[in-house]
């Protein structure tokens, strides 16, 4: 044993992207390395040892019975638990198939549906163990990766954006796409961690970061509506990255069912 903090990687329903943005740190993730025993990390290590472990990142979201199992062992194992990516803190883009018929899925894609054993959901981590963390983002910042690390092993709270990506276009001095140019953007609603990267190339943000602290979703769509966006694509924006997330979940199915009650 080398008496150093013991990390874990896991990884659920998800692309892998999380994962990597760790590996991408590079030099950040050398200094983190000489912190840390990593005893579970498959993407990039082989070796396996079994927990306890001090800290454990999460990546991907619960999608079958086996994933609730283990996700709860990991949990009996760990001190202390992030989750990192839309995957895991909300239920990841997968989580389309929640407002959907999932059998009808499986019978559509799979030759033999008997052989696949899946839920009709694809739910948060939180929505099935205590998480200590979570972390936004689709992907993640890996310098906020970084940043969580690191508070975690000097004992202090990690130190994450809240605020929405708004406030970071004017710091970059970037034109509001919604209001020059009558673009749909999430930005308001959308907490910041990306460096307002889709508005400075003229585009609306697509909420890869989950909702802001305080979103008012219901202010934001009533402007979506005055701009002439029809119903159904407010919901499709709505239902993205963070569609399950509470916040955006309740205000896309109020629209579905105002949509829903004028046919």
């Not at 989580?95 to 899925?105: G, H, K, V, Y």
């Amino acid at each position: 044993m080398s008496g150093k903090p013991r990390l874990g990687v896991f990884k659920f329903a998800s692309c892998d992207g999380c994962q990597l943005s760790l590996l991408a740190a590079e030099d950040q993730l050398l200094g983190v390395a000489d912190t840390v025993e990593i005893a579970y990390f498959l993407e990039a290590t082989s070796r396996i040892q079994p927990g306890p472990y001090d800290i454990a990142l999460i990546e991907g979201s619960i999608t079958t019975q086996h994933d609730v199992e283990r996700i709860k062992q990991i949990r009996a194992d760990t001190h202390f638990l992030v989750t990192i990516g839309a995957c895991a803190t909300s239920g990841g883009i997968q989580a389309l198939r929640n407002w959907s018929d999932c059998d009808e899925f499986v019978s559509s894609v799979y030759a033999t549906p008997d052989y696949i054993s899946t839920l009709a959901t694809s739910t948060a981590i939180a929505d099935h163990v205590k998480v200590d963390f979570e972390l936004r983002g689709c992907p993640i910042n890996q310098y906020q990766l970084i940043e969580v690390i690191q508070s975690v092993l000097a004992g202090r709270r990690p130190r994450t954006p809240v605020h929405s990506v708004c406030l970071d276009c004017k710091r970059r001095g970037t034109v509001c796409v919604m209001v020059a140019q009558g673009t749909a953007c999430l930005g308001p609603v959308t907490q910041a961690g990306c460096n307002a990267i889709c508005p400075e190339y003229n585009r609306g943000c697509y909420g890869c970061f989950g909702p802001a602290a305080q979103p008012n979703l219901v202010s934001l769509t009533d402007q979506f509506s005055a701009n002439g966006m029809p119903r159904e694509q407010i919901v499709n924006n709505l239902r993205s990255f963070n569609g399950n997330s509470p916040e955006f979940r309740v205000e896309s199915d109020r629209i579905q069912a105002e949509q829903d009650g004028e046919q």
